[in-house]
């Protein structure tokens, strides 16, 4: 059998220093790129898309448990339809206000998408790791278990948190602000489970793809969300930091940020919104009640009506969704 690197779960090979997988000994138990990004946080361009992930779900059967791993922050969940068998792990839960209740993020999740079976987490606070635990051995006995959750969902991180806690090691899969760092299945033992974690899904429009490391560090929050909310009214631009810029038309309105506490959110003025107007942009019509949501980013409440015209220098994923809370 072909050796894998236990960090990514790519082939092992020594034959060509410029493809994944490669080793310059065959002791060697990671893979050059995941040895750089764990000891420098260097990375590599990869050569593997969305296809090759796709072929390894196909694999997965409506019988095996699939734990869809989803950050809370933006709460991708495209994926989820593709599965029968659904353990959906919510990540992340020390970066939003304590005040949000997890019953209520439980029950708009259960609504929105009819799923039964929801944890919420945080791997950073050990929070729920035993219910999540303790539901994986009850529901997953017999089944293959498999991990699945889009590119910075946390879910690397979390089950390298779960090896710690139950196992008393360190966990060993590479975790990384960059995406697509997992890059083939990894064969995992966690207490008396024996999972299988898969490649991040690449959201191929989200900002993190145009960013450098250092820009990526500052969008991922390690701390609490302290929420900024302005009040408007009339015609007006908000500038998240320098990703986008929200220009909006409305009677009367509140935003919310739920944003990493080291971008900067301003309001600025009419005569001052020249910057990135020449940028790319898109309008929305946000009715009553509704979220903005930008992947890997965060979301943007809003309490009544309004049309919003966003401008931005890259490629971004935007949604709107009823609001979380």
Same mark, same amino acid.
């Given at each position: 059998m072909n050796k894998k690197c236990i960090g990514c779960g790519i082939i092992l090979q020594e034959e060509n220093k410029l493809m994944d997988?490669?080793?310059?000994?065959?002791d060697h138990r990671l893979c050059e790129r995941c040895f750089k990004i764990k000891n420098y946080g260097q990375n590599k361009v990869i050569l593997t898309g969305n296809e090759d992930y796709l072929k390894i779900f196909n694999n997965i059967s409506d019988n095996d448990l699939v734990v869809y791993v989803s950050s809370l922050l933006t709460l991708n969940l495209d994926y989820v339809k593709r599965f029968k068998?659904?353990?959906? !792990? &919510?990540?992340?839960?020390?970066?939003l206000p304590k005040s949000v209740k997890n019953e209520k993020i439980v029950n708009y999740v259960s609504t929105i998408y009819n799923i039964k079976d929801v944890v919420v987490v945080s791997a950073?606070?050990?929070?729920?790791? /035993? !219910? &999540? $635990?303790?539901?994986?051995?009850?529901?997953?006995?017999?089944?293959?278990? $498999?991990?699945v959750g889009s590119t910075n969902s946390g879910k690397s991180t979390l089950i390298n948190e779960m090896i710690k806690s139950y196992n008393g090691i360190d966990g060993e899969i590479t975790v990384s602000s960059f995406p697509s760092t997992t890059l083939s299945t990894i064969d995992v033992k966690i207490g008396n489970l024996d999972i299988i974690d898969t490649p991040g899904? !690449?959201?191929?429009?989200?900002?993190i793809n145009f960013l450098d490391l250092k820009s990526i560090k500052r969008l991922n929050s390690k701390k609490e969300i302290k929420?900024?909310?302005?009040?408007?009214?009339?015609?007006?631009?908000?500038?998240? /930091?320098?990703?986008?810029?929200?220009? $909006? /038309?409305?009677?009367?309105?509140?935003?919310?940020? $739920? !944003?990493?506490?080291?971008?900067?959110v301003d309001k600025i003025s009419l005569n001052n919104n020249i910057r990135m107007l020449n940028y790319k942009s898109s309008t929305y019509n946000i009715s009553n009640d509704q979220d903005l949501v930008i992947e890997d980013v965060g979301f943007i409440k809003f309490t009544n009506p309004v049309k919003i015209k966003l401008y931005y220098k890259d490629n971004i994923s935007v949604r709107i969704r009823d609001n979380l809370i």
């Open positions: 997988g490669y080793i310059s000994s065959s068998n659904i353990l959906l !792990v &919510l990540t992340k839960r020390d970066i950073f606070k050990k929070v729920n790791l /035993d !219910v &999540l $635990y303790n539901k994986l051995e009850k529901i997953g006995k017999g089944k293959k278990i $498999y991990f899904i !690449v959201c191929e429009d989200s900002i929420p900024i909310t302005f009040q408007i009214k009339g015609n007006g631009s908000i500038l998240l /930091d320098q990703l986008c810029r929200i220009d $909006y /038309d409305t009677d009367i309105s509140s935003m919310t940020f $739920y !944003v990493a506490n080291s971008l900067n």
